[in-house]
Antibody, heavy 121, light 106 residues
């Protein structure tokens, strides 16, 4: 079954760390670039981070650069987001998204259901 | 960074109406422009990729057009299932979404 399943969200205090996971199944995970996209409560979508298919290239939004790290384990078909120095404004639903190939390049053709991260004291 | 501005922010329409949403980029996005539909509490769903290509399984009443910095998503005849929020998204070195357009029942 073609799917992405996020986990690892929860409530965390400002300044603490959290690691999100995204388990992929039903497709050749190692062939696709992967992303994290977030959505604060009642707000729009914000791209967070990107990782190439072979983990050789990473890109980050300015809002998380230096604090978040995206990584992947192609042996376990899993994408990660390591979040350090969390801030109140990082509170959001975090989605794992697959970037398409060929004509679908640079668009997100598959999404997980999302995992909620709440940063609160 | 490229900014994406959608208009309108909210749109009230009736079933059967033709609906057009506009997305303007602060600079050219070289046709790497996609549209998504998001329903409350759900993940976004890809509708259109590379300006005008309909994603598999998406009804043909959805269409996309435009070039350079101005793009449109059109729903030719609005159906009850189409009441949702729509986002444009560009790529030109990084990825940016528009702020969203909520299509609500008139």
């Amino acid at each position: 079954q073609l799917q992405l399943v996020e986990s690892g969200g929860g409530v965390v205090q400002p300044g603490r760390s959290l690691r999100l996971s995204c388990a992929a199944s039903g497709f050749t995970f190692r062939a696709y670039p992967q992303h994290w996209v977030r959505q604060a409560p009642g707000r729009g979508l914000e791209w967070v981070a990107s990782l190439s298919f072979d983990a050789s290239n990473t890109y980050y939004a300015d809002s998380v650069k230096g604090r978040f790290t995206i990584s992947r384990d192609n042996s376990w078909n899993t994408l990660y987001l390591h979040m350090n120095s969390l801030r109140l404004e990082d509170t959001a639903v975090y989605y794992c998204a697959r970037e398409g190939l060929a004509a679908h390049l640079h668009s997100f053709d598959m999404w997980g259901q999302g995992t909620m991260v709440t940063v609160s004291s | 960074d490229i900014q994406m501005t959608q208009s309108p922010s909210t749109l009230s329409a009736s079933v059967g109406d033709r609906v057009t949403i506009t997305c303007r980029a602060s600079q050219s996005v070289n046709n790497w422009l996609a549209w998504y539909q998001q329903k409350r509490g759900k993940a976004p769903k890809l509708l259109i990729y590379k300006v005008s290509n309909l994603e598999s399984g998406v009804p043909s009443r959805f269409s996309g057009s435009g070039s350079g910095t101005e793009f449109t998503l059109t729903i030719s005849s609005l159906q009850p299932d189409d009441f949702a929020t729509y986002y444009c998204q560009q790529y030109n070195g990084d990825w940016t979404f528009g702020q969203g357009t909520k299509v609500e029942i008139k």
